[in-house]
Nanobody, 119 residues
Framework: QVQLVESGGGSVQAGDSLRLSCSAS?????RSWFRQAPGKDREFVAF????????YYAESVEGRFTISEDNAKNTVYLQMNSLKPEDTAIYYC???????????????WGQGTQVTVSA
């Protein structure tokens, strides 16, 4: 099973940017970002195919977040711009064998990285 490690979280002000990284011990067909805010269920944020050819975003982040990949480094990035307080959450990287918005269909998970956005 592929091991995933997230990094890049932190505390920022509204309107700031952050870039999250997800390093993997191997390749997965699809890599996704999910997030979980306090008291809420984990929700889908974005996914990218292993070759970068296909991406998809949740409506709440479309136009502000960009997912990208560096195959040589087995690393996926989530560039987050124009951050809002409602983006505050633990962000998780997940790896899977097919495109899905459902967390239950992913087989590899990282431990998460905290993102806090202050007003």
């Amino acid at each position: 099973q592929v091991q995933l490690v997230e990094s890049g979280g932190g505390s920022v002000q509204a309107g700031d940017s952050l870039r999250l990284s997800c390093s993997a011990s191997g390749r997965t067909f699809v890599r996704s970002w999910f997030r979980q805010a306090p008291g809420k269920d984990r929700e889908f944020v974005a996914f990218i195919a292993w070759n970068g050819a296909t991406t998809y975003y949740a409506e709440s982040v479309e136009g502000r977040f960009t997912i990208s990949e560096d195959n040589a480094k087995n690393t996926v990035y989530l560039q987050m711009n124009s951050l809002k307080p409602e983006d505050t959450a633990i962000y998780y990287c997940a790896g899977g064998t097919h495109y899905s918005l459902k967390e239950s269909e992913y087989i590899s998970w990282g431990q998460g990285t905290q993102v806090t956005v202050s007003a």
